[in-house]
């Protein structure tokens, strides 16, 4: 069974990859779990991941990461 990724089932993907990318930002940043998820929120790559149509939600967590160690 193949399974589409479309707007309407893409906020299934989302807490995984957050998460990933959270517990990288807690070590890296010396930060509460609270901030570093608010942080990721409101970036412009949460903006990018949160949109089907950008396919950003394909990428891994390293290449997510290093995009978001830019924005931070």
């Known amino acids: 069974m193949s399974a589409t990724i479309t707007q309407d089932n893409l906020y299934l993907l989302l807490p995984v990859k957050i998460g990933w990318l959270a517990k990288w930002v807690v070590e890296d940043k010396g930060i509460s779990i609270t901030e570093a998820i608010n942080?990721?929120?409101h970036s412009k790559l949460y903006k990018k991941l949160s949109s089907e149509s950008t396919k950003y939600w394909h990428l891994g967590p390293v290449d997510l990461?290093?995009?978001l160690k830019q924005e931070l």
């Open 65 to 67: 990461y290093e995009e």
């Open 39 to 41: 942080r990721i929120y």
